[in-house]
């Protein structure tokens, strides 16, 4: 990505990435601030980001097949498993 919206998102650490986009609200100050960028360039350059990100993190985990990691189950069900581990909390 050659966006300069992706331009700090690729950080080898960040493996979590939490983002949203900012709708103005009225009567804010923000909201009557000049050079507003439009909910449109909001929302692509969100998608944009998340879509590095998830790149980032598929080909993280890709390295991590096969090894074993020490966890604590929260819950078991007949489909699924959900664990934590010391870098990642269950979701």
Do not use: H, W, Y
């Amino acid at each position: 990505m050659n966006s300069p919206s992706c331009s700090n998102s690729s950080s080898p650490q960040s493996s979590i990435l939490g983002l949203l986009c900012l709708l103005s609200r009225t009567r804010t100050p923000a909201a009557d601030m000049p050079n507003q960028v439009p909910d449109d360039i909001k929302r692509r350059r969100l998608e944009e980001i998340m879509l590095a990100q998830q790149q980032s993190a598929f080909a993280k985990n890709a390295q991590r097949i096969g090894d074993n990691l020490t966890c604590l189950v929260d819950s078991v069900d007949n489909q699924c498993c959900k664990a934590a581990t010391a870098a990642r909390p269950p979701i």
